[in-house]
């Protein structure tokens, strides 16, 4: 069975700090993976990874994938208190070529001033 | 502005009658999707349509129906079948060209049965 996995489900920080979020995945074509951003209704796209080692950057957001140990990181770094939101993961896994993405639980940031 | 449009925002309903949610998209997308989001829960998904006049099941189908009558609508009805109908609701599309299969997201629909 497909699966994601994020860890950890929820994370308080302060301000400032660094975060490393985690998603591992296990599901039998793996197309791409992709990080969103969930704050009050519907998420908004960060990343999509599909190379293995290639970061991609936007800000202080970056992530990596390694599809050799099938896991994806999202680091955060100076954390602001608009970085408090849910962050999905979700991998594009297409079974006889129609469209599948299976979506992790999130992790829950909440970021103190 | 291109984009996802779901209505209504919010959604009160009686326990025993069915209900229709609207997804609405100008982004000339082939395929939409339904999900729904549960407190704790990742986003399962409910029906996908990847062209017009067709759709699969998704995880949790049961006790949903869905129509793709035209490209730019694909609406979702709660039945009475549906065992805990309430949840949050979130469409969305995708493109698929050019290796981009990035989807986009509706603002949600948050149904309430009683």
């Known amino acids: 069975e497909d699966k994601v996995v994020q860890s950890p489900l929820s994370l308080v920080v302060h301000e400032g700090d660094t975060v490393t979020l985690n998603c591992s995945y296990e599901?039998?074509?793996?197309?791409?993976l992709l990080w969103y951003k969930q704050e009050k209704k519907a998420p908004t796209f960060l990343f999509m990874l599909?190379?293995?080692?290639i970061e991609k950057k936007s800000g202080r957001l970056s992530s990596i994938l390694d599809k050799k140990e099938l896991f994806s990181i999202l680091n955060i770094t100076a954390t602001q208190t608009g970085d408090s939101a849910i962050y999905l993961c979700a991998v594009d896994c297409p079974t006889s070529g129609t469209y599948k993405y299976i979506f992790g639980t999130g992790t829950r940031l909440k970021v103190l001033a | 502005d291109g984009g996802i449009t779901q209505s209504p925002k919010y959604l009160f309903r009686k326990e025993g009658q069915n209900v229709t949610l609207s997804c609405e998209q100008n982004l000339n997308h082939d395929a939409m999707y339904w999900y729904r989001q549960d407190p704790g829960q990742g986003l399962r998904l409910i029906y996908y349509s990847q062209i017009v006049n067709d759709f699969q099941k998704g995880d949790i189908a049961e006790g949903y129906s869905v129509s793709r009558e035209k490209k730019e609508s694909f609406p979702l009805t709660v039945t009475s079948a549906q065992k805990n109908p309430t949840a949050f609701y979130l469409c969305a599309s995708s493109d698929g060209r050019d290796g981009s299969y990035e989807q986009y997201f509706g603002p949600g629909t948050r149904l309430t049965v009683t």
């Open positions: 599909t190379s293995s080692g």
């Open positions: 599901v039998t074509n793996f197309r791409s």
